[in-house]
């Protein structure tokens, strides 16, 4: 076991601890964050970033109730940009990072003796070996572990890295591409196109003067909208070395219009309908502007996020390639707009809180900025028909991808030559007039076998319990987005009489 993957473990195991004083697994994590944040600018020498008398060592030499309180007041007050002193003066500006992963913060302890366990436990750890390895990939392999545990239910804020790794050979970040994640989740998708970027480029040495600055300051655009997930967002790309815009915000109001456009859009965006039943508020929408799916809405905005010529790589649930209505409008707009060259079919079970089906879509925006004839067809890979049973016993790897990576071909825009494999290959192309023919449909498969009865090879628990949780979510959204749909066309009659 390397040093990450044990202080991983050992940070885990004291979950189990905490949980006597109703901290759940989620706000473990966050609890976790706050604290390895001020160790970590120990270890690394960034301690000139936070106040003397909130430093790791103020917090940790202390005990008791002393130590909860004080560390009670250290939350407060570096969240707090307009802090004051004892004579009501305000005190030196704050370091915005800080202020950013500190924002409303509290804790979920109540007993002295637990936080008194997570500083200890935090001290003792094998912090040189961990530097070594990277402190980037102790955190992300703690998001991991959050992920894959069940009961945390954060598996919804994480892709599988297998999976954004394939996606990041296929797609190729470059140095100097402004690089946007509008659903950033824990920041995964962007932590391993800085990495791309970094190991091609010998690590950012030798670069032009201010070429090495500018990529990790202005090449990355990350928008989330969940408090704490963008929190633990701003830890992961820090410890990272990326100093990119992170925005806590909702990409589906007139904030996500106002991002920039970019050259390449990596992007898992939230699964269901938009909280409260709510319509995007953005003025640029046309085609989902009237729809509380989040997963159209989102797709609408990296369409049109897209630099000319600029590529994107987005998963999505099966709904978005089959839905009627407003689903069928974006994808003709999708395939007039850019030209739309490959889905993949994933199989099912490989998202730790998902049971849904899902598909990765890869495609380019016009370079001319048209708004037809972007799509001349469509290859589809179908990862799902016949593929294992994933979860605890059986996870994604690599190498489960590397038939599609070879079929896919070299070029991150799909135009590399390819070879359609017929009926009993995974790999087939179906051209813009086929697709036309289908009703615009794109739920396109042909490989029967096994597709339906992946799950049926489930044995631990845990992956049967997601399996069911994942479909009754499934049958939920469904539901709720019928109802949605029909209560529009009730108060839109309305109105349709008056045009009348």
């Known amino acids: 076991m390397s040093a990450t993957q044990d202080i991983v473990a050992k940070l885990w195991k004291l979950c189990d601890v905490l949980r006597d004083d109703g901290v759940t697994y989620s706000e473990y994590v966050t609890e976790l964050t706050f604290l390895l944040f001020l160790k970590m600018m120990a270890e690394t020498g960034q301690e000139r970033r936070i106040p003397e008398e909130y430093r790791w060592d103020t917090l940790a030499k202390r005990e008791g ?19 004051r002193d004892a004579e009501g003066k305000p005190k030196a500006a704050k370091d915005p990072l ?10 979920r302890l109540r007993k002295p003796a637990n936080l008194k366990s997570l500083t200890t436990a ?36 994480f892709t599988p890295r297998p999976l954004i790794d394939s996606i990041i050979r296929l797609t190729k970040p470059q140095l100097g591409e402004r690089i946007q994640d509008p659903a950033a989740g824990t920041g995964g998708f962007i932590v391993a196109a800085h990495r791309r970027v970094y190991e091609e480029n010998n690590e950012l040495y030798g670069l032009p003067e201010g070429a090495a600055e500018k990529q990790i300051r202005d090449c990355y655009t990350l928008a989330e909208l969940v408090p704490d997930t963008h929190r633990l967002c701003l830890m992961n790309i820090m410890l990272h070395g990326i100093e990119g815009d992170a925005q806590s915000m909702d990409t589906l109001t ?32 046309s085609t989902t502007a009237g729809t509380s799916n989040k997963q159209l809405a989102f797709v609408e905005h990296i369409i049109r996020g897209l630099a000319p010529g600029g590529r994107a790589a987005v998963v ?5 390639l089959f839905e009627d209505g407003t689903g069928r409008a974006l994808r003709r707009m999708l395939m007039g707009w850019c030209d739309l060259h490959t889905i993949l079919r994933l ?42 049973s994933y979860g605890k016993t059986r996870p994604l790897r690599a190498e489960d991808f590397a038939d599609f990576e070879a079929a896919y071909g070299d070029d991150p825009h799909g135009r590399a030559e390819r070879q359609d494999q017929g009926e009993e290959g995974r790999f087939r192309r179906f051209t813009r007039d086929d697709i036309e023919k289908r009703g ?35 049958a939920t959204r469904e539901i709720e987005a019928l109802v949605l749909e029909l209560e529009g066309e009730e108060e839109d009659a309305p109105a349709a009489v008056a045009a009348e």
Do not use: C
């Open 122 to 157: 935090i001290e003792d750890l094998d912090w040189f070996d961990a530097r070594e390895e990277g402190l980037g990939d102790l955190y992300e392999g703690l998001l991991q572990k959050n992920a894959e545990d069940k009961k945390s239910g954060a598996g919804q804020y």
């Open 98 to 107: 800080v202020l950013a992963i500190f924002e409303n913060a509290q804790t």
């Open 347 to 388: 199989p099912t079970g490989i998202f730790y809180a998902q049971g849904v089906k899902t598909n990765v879509i890869f495609f380019t925006r016009n370079a001319d900025r048209s708004e037809s004839g972007g799509t001349e067809a469509v290859w589809v890979y179908d990862m799902r028909a016949g593929a294992p």
């Open 254 to 285: 007139d904030e996500g219009a106002g991002l920039p456009k970019a050259d390449l859009i990596l992007s898992n965006p939230p699964f269901g309908t938009k909280k409260g039943g709510g319509r995007p508020q953005r003025g640029d929408f």
């Open 316 to 320: 999505v649930p099966d709904n978005v």
């Open 65 to 83: 109730l002393d130590q909860l309180t004080h560390y009670k007041h250290l939350l407060t007050s570096l969240g707090d940009p307009d802090e």
């Open 440 to 474: 615009d449909n794109l739920d396109i498969s042909w490989l029967r076998e096994g597709e339906e009865e992946a799950e049926d090879g489930l044995t631990d628990p845990d992956d049967i319990t997601a399996a069911i949780l994942g479909h009754l979510r499934e």
